[in-house]
């Protein structure tokens, strides 16, 4: 994948497998909106929060796989779009899941991050 294309993340726990509250459904998708990978896992719990951030943990590690500079997440969860837009600030947000810190460095191998609302 060229460093010039840019990359969707798609997380979408509300239309999971067998609509199972513990699911976590990631796609990334190429510029053209083709789904170059799905992933679906089970989630440790059926906490919206905790399974979006998880998703975003996903589609970093899978965006930085494809070698992605460039990426756009679309998220209805208003908390992952402020962690997203504002970054990760100390005594900003309360690391309730212990995930800040890989967040953190995988967002640094991206030259732009983006973030989009979808319903």
């Known amino acids: 994948m060229s460093e010039y294309q840019k990359v969707f993340i798609f997380i979408n726990n509300n239309i999971s497998r067998n609509n199972h509250p513990s699911f976590v459904l990631v796609f990334l998708k190429n510029k053209e909106g ?19 951030i998880s998703g ?22 208003l908390f992952l779009q402020n962690i997203i837009r504002n970054g990760i600030r100390e005594n ?28």
């Open 92 to 119: 900003h947000y309360f690391d309730h899941y212990g995930f800040f810190p890989d967040i953190i460095e995988m967002m640094n191998n991206f030259d732009e991050i983006g973030v989009k609302v979808v319903a």
């Open 56 to 77: 975003l943990l996903i589609g970093l590690k899978e965006a930085i796989r494809f070698g992605a500079k460039k990426i756009l997440v679309l998220t209805d969860n």
């Open 34 to 52: 083709k789904t170059v990978k799905k992933i679906e896992e089970r989630a440790l719990f059926a906490d919206k929060n905790f399974q979006d």
